[in-house]
């Protein structure tokens, strides 16, 4: 309802006009609606992420091992790995150094769904213009844990729903740390910056 809100003002404030009455009387179905739509774009971000998270990260075995339950293991035991270390969402450099939310899979699933040449391509809207946003860093990692989730319970990638609880869990848990990072003087700036370059990259 409160996105349904800011569209409505925003819809007023560019000038238009919605029929006497029509938002009082459709706003539930106008509602649904949007809710619907947003579901189905979750869907389509997990549809890309589920293209890019298996090559970002590696999660195939080595050629040397040909027994398929091991291969299987293995994966299993790298996703398993990945979500332990939490080295899922951040990047180290040649140097050493460590990256918050740096990790290229986020990068590149940031630009290919929010910044495409789709004409519902979200960066025609000016809160994606200067930068990626938070929210959007947050639904993006914790898609990417859905995805090693699964590859962690099964070795390969499945269309299924996770347990809602499992995810809100780990959504919440990520948006703390990316609150974390943001409020700390060094990384929170490091992290603005590189959210910019992000944008400005896509624009």
Sequence with gaps: METLVEMVIKYKDDG??????FYLEHKRSMATILFNDTQT???EIKKIA?????????????????????????????????????????HTRLQGRTSNFAHPALKKICLTVYYCTSVKSLHQFVEFQASVPIKVLALVTTII??????????GVAKNETLCGEEVKVAYDNLTCLINQVWSDDYHGSKLDKMLQDWAKAGM
């Design 50 to 90: 589920a293209c890019i998270v298996p090559f970002e990260y590696g999660l195939y075995p080595p050629k040397n091992i040909d027994d398929n339950a091991k291969r299987l293991e293995f994966i299993k035991r790298k996703a398993t790995q990945l979500l332990e270390t939490s080295s899922n969402y951040h």
């Design 145 to 154: 844990c859905h995805i090693l989730m699964t590859f962690k319970k099964h």
């Design 16 to 21: 238009l006009e919605l029929e006497a009455g």
């Design 41 to 43: 774009f979750h869907s």
